[in-house]
């Protein structure tokens, strides 16, 4: 009899450690761990980096992005049990290189038509220090390229998929990210839309196509590095640029004091890349 209960408490402590493990396995118990997780790290390192200047201020941010890569890495290996192809080391430096191209040209032909357009005219800001605005966009950019695609990509679109498939994960994590900005300056339920279409869907169109995080991160990073040297408010957010730029026009053409992201020009170049991206996306998964 003892030997029969002594085995039926290990059955009952084996099925609560199962328990246990099969819940913290849940895509949206560790979506939200691991969101926690990379939130906290962005909250102790960006005040440090802010405070800091120039390389000192890089180096901060080349550290939280490690760290927060490292917290993502941890919660898909021990939290959801699973392997982690996304950010792979294997070809990392050429797709990220692609995506740091494609977000060049996304942003360059934008900047280009609203020019054309006259709403926009650049003028070289010649009391700029060049060495600070290089450092600063591209930390500024590195920050939120990393941080937002482990969040929203790596945890948030592969923990939908994983419940209801990729096309509602594409959706929804559009939907949060063009949401996640109606907090910034100058932000209207229009340019949500605007960051809803040009970047959620053409970032989540990227990993979909890529299935891998770095040319996502590499195109968001060359999206908001290249604004921030133009001297283009990055979502709301007013950059000292290496120009100084005149707006002119209706905000639907120049996006207004939210910046390039608010022009409905972005949004209809966007689609032009987010189409052949879904078609081979789709060709991805036929094979």
Do not use: C
Not at 20 to 37: H, K, S
């Amino acid at each position: 009899m003892k030997k029969m209960s002594a085995h039926k408490e290990k059955q009952h402590i084996g099925g609560k450690l199962s328990t246990g493990r099969l819940l913290w396995r849940f895509p949206i118990i560790w979506m939200i761990v691991g969101t926690i997780g990379i939130i906290l790290v962005d909250t102790l390192f960006r005040p440090l980096a802010e405070q800091a200047k120039g390389v000192a201020s890089l180096l901060l941010t080349l550290t939280a992005v490690i760290v927060a890569i490292m917290v993502f890495r941890l919660t898909m290996k021990y939290l959801a049990r699973r392997s982690i192809p996304e950010i792979s080391r294997k070809r990392a430096g050429i797709e990220a290189g692609m995506g740091l191209l494609t977000g060049a040209i996304f942003i360059t032909v934008s900047t280009l038509i609203i020019v054309a357009a006259g709403g926009y005219s650049f003028q070289w800001a010649s009391t700029a220090d060049t060495g600070s605005v290089l450092i600063s966009s591209i930390t500024t950019a590195l920050n939120a390229a990393i941080i937002e695609e482990l969040i929203f990509r790596g945890l948030m679109f592969q923990a939908i998929n994983k419940l209801a498939g990729n096309w509602l994960a594409l959706a929804v994590t559009s939907l949060f990210f063009g949401a996640a900005h109606l907090g910034n300056t100058g932000a209207t339920l229009w340019s949500a839309f605007a960051i809803t279409i040009e970047a959620g869907i053409l970032l989540g169109a990227a990993f979909l196509w890529r299935r891998n995080l770095w040319f996502p991160m590499g195109l968001h990073f060359a999206w908001n590095a290249l604004e921030g040297l133009l001297g283009i408010p990055v979502s709301g957010h007013s950059t000292a640029g290496l120009f100084t730029v005149k707006v002119n026009g209706a905000a639907i053409l120049t996006g207004g004091d939210f910046g390039l992201e608010g022009s409905i020009v972005p949004v209809m170049v966007s689609l032009l890349i987010v189409i052949p991206m879904l078609i081979g996306a789709a060709r991805n998964r036929v094979r």
